[in-house]
């Protein structure tokens, strides 16, 4: 079974611009997290998506949004990207709620440059 | 906000050596995950320990936790080359919230 994919794998944008990241969980699992990792720290968590409704928000500005599909893929929004949005972004699917003991699966991520 | 915190921040070690980090934590957990992150990539998971667990083994992984110290411990016994990678922990905060990692150890096995 694939794991969980997503696109684009990097990106470059320049301040101002918007973007969107996409990611496909595994096969059966019906929540979707995102999170964003800069460089040498760990992942902070920005949102949770479960069964199409958000479930979850991390500390992030109104500029990020996200959303879940009738097929359980995912989009990230960011707009009028931020030097500081530069960072790896990451997806993770789990079967059920994060959170409630539930193994998160991660994608590989997508790296976005902000220039 | 980051509530566990990796100790060391790196480490370096010879080939055959056992490696030990150690992981911190600010509130009650129901239970804590120990991750792989290779080169800036994705997150490879490697073991879960719940909170009424106190050991447990995966292959030449020990995880260890302290709940009345708020700690874990990752062991890697006999390391390899490949095992070269930064090492996260992340707990899971009682309630229905995401995965919080902490900052990661940033560990080099020399051959």
């Known amino acids: 079974d694939a794991g969980v994919t997503q696109s684009p794998t990097h990106l470059i944008k320049t301040r101002g611009q918007h973007v969107t990241l996409r990611c496909s969980p595994i096969?059966?699992?019906?929540?979707v997290s995102w999170y964003q990792q800069v460089l040498g720290q760990g992942p902070q968590f920005i949102f949770q998506?479960?069964?199409?409704?958000?479930?979850g928000r991390g500390n992030f500005p109104d500029r990020f949004s996200a959303r879940q599909f009738p097929n359980y893929s995912s989009e990230l929004n960011v707009n009028a990207l931020l030097l500081g949005d530069s960072a790896l972004y990451l997806c993770?699917?789990?079967?059920?709620?994060?959170?409630?003991?539930?193994?998160?699966?991660f994608g590989p991520g997508t790296r976005l440059l902000v220039l | 906000s980051q509530q566990g915190e990796e100790d060391p921040q790196a480490l370096s070690i010879q080939e055959g050596e056992n490696a030990t980090m150690n992981c911190s934590y600010k509130?009650?957990?129901?239970?804590l995950q120990w991750y792989r992150q290779n080169s800036g990539r994705g997150l490879v998971h490697l073991i879960l320990?719940?909170?009424?667990?106190r050991e447990k083994h995966s292959g030449r992984l020990r995880v260890t936790l302290d709940t009345s110290k708020k700690s874990s411990s990752l062991l890697i016994t006999a390391s390899r080359a490949a095992d070269t990678a930064s090492y996260f922990c992340?707990?899971?905060?009682?309630?229905?919230?995401?995965?919080?990692f902490g900052k990661g150890t940033r560990l080099s096995v020399i051959a």
């Open positions: 993770a699917s789990s079967s059920g709620l994060a959170g409630a003991g539930e193994t998160q699966y």
């Open positions: 096969s059966g699992h019906k929540s």
């Open positions: 998506y479960y069964e199409k409704e958000e479930r």
């Open positions: 509130t009650s957990i129901n239970n």
């Open positions: 320990i719940r909170s009424n667990e």
């Open positions: 992340a707990t899971d905060p009682s309630g229905n919230t995401p995965l919080v």
